[in-house]
């Protein structure tokens, strides 16, 4: 099963590319039954348009290991960004978006209107817009070294 792992963890999220479909938690379930590999994927939100290249690179990174993949989209369990790895965390920090905080640190969005910089680790943040360039992402300001940021809103 390691190996499986290790093949599926060089598949990187498309729009994140320092960040593997494992560590972002969208692999929910991986099963081996000799060369033949089941893999349940859950979307971070439904419509995700990235869902069936994101299928299709998993299905061909088994299959130039050799083994037979049967891959299914499934929403059984939503997606929660507490699925995201601490090795997936600091990769969205160096990449230089503010990783989520852990769901059971809050319990309404709009506690969430400062965050720290994944640049300078500053506090003196400001939310500007909870809509950021996908739905799971929003749009922070830092004063402290003047640049905007994003992070993975906490799902």
Known sequence: MNKILHILETVKDPEIPVLSLVDLGVITHVAAEGKIVTVKMTPTFVGCPAMDYMKAEV??????????????ISFEKPWSSDLISEKGKAALKKYGLAPPPDKKLFTDLEILETTTCPRCN?????LKNPFGPTLCRAIYYCYTCKEAFEQFKPL
């Open 122 to 126: 500053s506090n003196h943040t400001e």
């Open 59 to 72: 299905e061909s990174a088994l299959q130039q290991e050799g083994y037979e993949p049967h891959v299914e």
